[in-house]
């Protein structure tokens, strides 16, 4: 449920606002004074603020110059003033959209609805994909840290997760027991390099189809292990 803050002294006005919202299924938090309004909007997470022009203690202007200095969240001004200059004003501090008084409640939601649409699919574009590494079956989501293998989620640890993940990422390279060590426990268990062993044998159990025969990790006698394409 998206949730909406309205920064209005005119109660009336606030209360009608609000139950057009709600009964459209939003989450409506209601504000009267300007400085208690710009500290909940700067403090808490809202998905949209609609703001009058004309309040006590700061104005709609300053309220919309300083959320648009931390958040990109849609905002609505809502002003009785019908000059240009306001409104031309108010976008060119940020705001999404202006109205004005009086409007039509109904409108009001329309653009609601319309600036949230529009701004969730703009975060939907710019979110960035999940890094992921694939090989012959096996599916590591470095962003998520899930790994699938032949489509079936398996649970590893974080160590194994890594682990897995390093050989993946630079296959066909034979890495002895010190380098990986080295590389993924640092100096967690100094001087215990046993324990790449153990993790290798914990990882074969869960990508491997036959762990004496592995089809991935390999074991180089006398040298170390070797992730194979």
């Not at 630079?170 to 027991?177: A, E, I, R, Y």
Request: aromatic share 8%; net charge negative; hydrophobic share 40%.
């Amino acid at each position: 449920m998206s949730k909406v803050l309205i920064i209005e002294d005119e109660v009336e006005i606030a209360d009608l606002e609000r139950d057009y919202l709600e009964l459209s299924g939003f989450d409506v938090e209601i504000e009267h004074d300007g400085v208690v309004g710009l500290k909940r909007a700067l403090s808490e997470e809202f998905d949209m603020y609609i703001l009058d022009l004309m309040l006590p203690g700061i104005d709609g202007f300053e309220i919309c110059r300083q959320i648009r200095g931390e958040k990109n969240t849609p905002v609505l001004m809502v002003s009785a003033k019908k000059d240009d200059i306001d409104k031309i004003r108010g976008l060119g501090l940020g705001a999404d959209d202006y109205i004005t008084k009086p409007f039509s409640p109904s409108e009001l939601v329309a653009r609601v609805k319309a600036h949230l649409a529009r701004y969730e699919r703009l975060i939907g574009s710019n979110m960035p994909e999940n890094d992921i590494v694939e090989v012959r079956g096996i599916r590591i989501d470095k962003t998520a840290r899930r790994v699938w293998i032949n489509g079936e989620e398996k649970q590893f640890t974080t160590k194994e997760f890594d682990l897995l993940t390093f050989l993946a990422e630079n296959p066909n390279h034979v890495f002895t027991k010190e380098e990986l060590f080295r590389r993924i426990w640092d100096m967690e268990s100094i001087g215990d390099i046993a324990t790449v062993t153990v993790h290798i044998k914990k990882i074969r159990e869960k990508i491997e189809l036959n762990t004496n025969k592995p089809q991935y990790i390999e074991t180089i006698w006398g040298v170390g292990y070797r992730f194979k394409v």
